[in-house]
């Protein structure tokens, strides 16, 4: 671990290490996790000309005028890929805080294959949806294909590192997630140029709905703050080289709450000020197979104690916290 203001956790030093030693960095990632639920992921061994390419094209395409990004919006609301412009989304509402839309757009892809044999027609309309690809810019498919890949790989991997900090097998999650139903999400913040609604909000504070999020900011951007157990809003800076990890609402539920899925948002700039130019980011929610029950683990209760949670079916508990989030139909 790297002794920093945020806590850093080097993949490739778990998987060099031998028993011994992956179970001494699983203790030190259960310590992060539960205390606040996030950490920055270095030694992912994920191509940088992975990232560049995919931060390029993401890039790109936002840059795009409104009426090409239009063409490949979600054909109605609810439809969990392509374009959301801006005002369609508030996610505090997941929490349910009624808030003004937040103050971005973003682009949406899920699962770039559908698992045979699978037929669960809330499935098949939701989490496998067709993705709706642009026509430009060229190369953009590509780039987002095989970074949602890499993303699947780091996904699996991590897990592996939770497993052995939670006291299972290394193995233990990998038959609950060899079908993940996990989405990969563009987002951009335009750059502010007028006061924003009161309780307006970049992204409205909010904890994510899986096993975890694999989040890649902006170099050098803020904004992104975590609720801290002291009851206090914190920074979450930008990791040069690392992937920001944290743990969502499945993840909490399958240990009881001994892990933190923490309250998170990004704050708006000051309008006018230096720091309120635009910001992205790329962030991949992992989440566990449509069908997977999520349960309270068995070494995650203490003599005596009982679930915290009635266990949920990861598909459905999905489909319902997005629909949460979307702004109805007028």
């Known amino acids: 671990m790297v002794a920093t203001a945020f806590p850093v956790f080097d993949l490739s030093r778990f998987e060099a290490a031998d028993t011994a030693g992956r179970k001494a960095l699983g203790r030190e990632v259960d310590a992060i996790c539960r205390e ?24 790109a395409f936002f840059d795009r005028p409104p009426e090409a990004k239009e063409k490949v919006r979600a054909p109605y ?6 374009y959301l412009g801006p005002g369609v989304e508030a996610l505090a509402r997941s929490k349910g805080a009624d808030t003004p839309p937040d103050l971005k757009e973003s682009f949406n892809g899920g699962p770039l294959s559908v698992p045979e044999g699978l037929t669960d027609p809330q499935a098949l309309s939701f989490c496998y949806a067709e993705t709706i690809w642009p026509d430009a810019p060229d190369g ?12 699947e790989d780091l996904a699996a991997r991590i897990m592996r590192v ?16 060899d079908r993940p139903i996990s989405a990969l999400r563009a987002l951009n ?34 904004g992104l ?39 998170h948002r990004v704050v708006n700039p000051d309008v006018g000020a230096a720091k309120s ?24 209760l203490k003599p005596g104690e009982v679930p915290r ?11 319902g916290k997005f629909s949460a989030t979307v702004k109805p139909a007028a």
């Open 309 to 319: 949670y009635q266990p949920v079916q990861s598909g459905p508990y999905l489909m």
């Open 77 to 82: 609301p609810g439809y969990p890929y392509g």
């Open 277 to 300: 130019s635009r910001r992205q980011s790329l962030a991949f929610f992992h989440q566990p197979n449509w069908h997977q029950e999520i349960a309270c683990l068995d070494t995650c």
């Open 189 to 222: 913040y335009p750059e502010t140029d007028t006061p924003p609604l009161v309780g307006q909000l970049r992204a409205g504070a909010h904890t994510d709905y899986g096993s975890l999020t694999i989040l890649l900011p902006q170099p050098g951007s803020g």
């Open 162 to 177: 939770f497993a052995v900090a939670l006291d299972l097998r290394e193995d233990y999650f990998e038959p609950m997630i």
């Open 140 to 151: 953009f498919v590509e780039a987002w294909k095989a970074y949602y890949t890499a993303m």
């Open 225 to 263: 703050q975590i609720y801290t157990p002291e009851g206090e809003w914190r920074e979450v800076p930008p990791v040069a080289g690392a992937f920001v990890i944290n743990i969502g609402d499945l993840m909490a539920l399958w240990t009881n709450d001994r892990w933190v899925s923490t309250l």
């Open 36 to 59: 606040t639920g996030f950490l920055a992921i270095s030694g992912h061994s994920v191509p940088p000309a992975v990232i560049d390419a995919v931060w390029s094209k993401a890039k």
